[in-house]
């Protein structure tokens, strides 16, 4: 192989690099409206209750240094929402809920309906204003109901 080979074939795989990160950098954040609807049952998560209108439901472990952030801000959202709550999920001790929520990455944050079903996942740091949108967009289905 020459050097000019081993050039080309380095800035191919570079290219293939950015190219991988760049659809990650896309994709962290976004709410998935498209999931498997499944009902959350508080009880297995160590939890009372959900909250009567929705629920964030983040998923974290100990190690994840974006997760206390995500954490503040979820709280805060919940708690300018009336019947909104915010639980914190440490997976560290749960592979189980982790491969049951197929949770890959930290954080993961679940939106859930006033009935525990699963109406949005975000993978990686919300964004607020998109979390915001996901509880006017549950809120105005409650409305019709």
Do not use: K, W, Y
């Amino acid at each position: 192989m020459t050097l000019v080979e081993a050039l080309i074939g380095l800035a191919a795989l570079l290219a293939v690099a950015v190219l991988v990160g760049a659809v990650m950098q896309v994709r962290q954040g976004r709410a998935r409206s498209h999931v498997r609807s499944e009902i959350v049952e508080p009880q297995r998560l160590g939890a009372d209750g959900l909250g009567e209108r929705a629920t964030l439901l983040q998923f974290s472990t100990e190690m994840c240094s974006r997760c206390p952030g995500v954490h503040r801000t979820l709280s805060a959202l919940a708690s300018e929402h009336d019947g909104v709550r915010h639980l914190d999920v440490d997976l560290t001790h749960r592979p189980d809920i982790a491969r049951h929520f197929q949770v890959m990455q930290t954080p993961t944050t679940l939106i859930l309906d006033r009935r525990g079903a699963v109406q949005s996942r975000i993978g990686g740091v919300p964004n607020p204003h998109v979390v915001q949108l996901e509880l006017a967009r549950l809120a105005e289905e409650t409305a019709d109901v």
